[in-house]
């Protein structure tokens, strides 16, 4: 009987393995407790061989979130079909589950924005206009019209979206999971009616939303 043999990862491989096990990690502990030498344990190996893919603790964190917010962009793109309340439903829901699941390296990189950390506001920056333009995207049915006041109305939601779900994770009392999700929906097309009137079939499909969650 032969042994299966063992495939050689390439460094880029190994290099992305590695960054997967760092979001696993992220998942549950802060960016501050996520060391090298945490990695090096949890991958059974040496912790030069870390430096060696990733030079030093600020690249590696910095290379684990950037895969962390790949990953949050990802796991909450909406769907193609549908209309467009049913997909931002989808969406929020995706990212309310995101969030629950990946709490404390989320509001790591949060805080990381919000505290100074050029490299990591970079990064959060990016990731907060690639969820808020996707709302315009002109291939699919948009919610809201492009115009600077209604995307000047949904950076602002995207913001109080982000203030909700956090809310909610660290005192889940005051709603439901699935009030939440319906809270967060809801509020872009109402916000964005004061600015610009929502179609008759979003309105509509907007008012059945909140019978449905009430």
Do not use: C
Request: charged content about 25%; glycine content about 8%; proline content about 5%.
């Amino acid at each position: 009987m032969s042994l299966p043999t063992r495939t050689r990862l390439t460094p880029e491989q190994r290099r992305h393995q590695l960054l997967d096990l760092g979001v696993r990690l992220l998942a549950d502990r802060s960016l501050d407790e996520l060391s090298i030498d945490m990695l090096a344990e949890e991958a059974g190996i040496s912790r030069g061989l870390l430096y060696h893919y990733f030079g030093n603790k600020h690249d590696f964190h910095r290379a684990v979130v950037r895969r962390a917010a790949d990953d949050l962009i990802a796991q909450t793109a909406p769907p193609v079909a549908g209309d467009p309340v049913e997909r931002l439903l989808a969406s929020m829901s995706a990212y309310v589950d995101y969030v629950d699941a990946n709490y404390e390296g989320y509001l790591s990189l949060v805080r990381g924005a919000g505290g100074g950390n050029e490299s990591i506001r970079d990064i959060y920056d990016e990731a907060r206009a690639a969820l808020t333009d996707r709302i315009f995207r002109e291939d699919q049915e948009t919610l809201v019209p492009d115009t600077p006041a209604t995307r000047f109305v949904v950076r602002g939601w995207a913001a109080m979206v982000e203030e909700l779900v956090l809310g909610w994770k660290a005192d889940p009392g005051a709603v439901t999971k699935d009030e939440l999700i319906v809270i967060v929906t809801a509020t872009l097309p109402a916000l964005v009616g004061v600015v610009a009137p929502l179609p008759d079939e979003v309105a509509a499909q907007l008012a059945a939303l909140r019978t449905s969650g009430s």
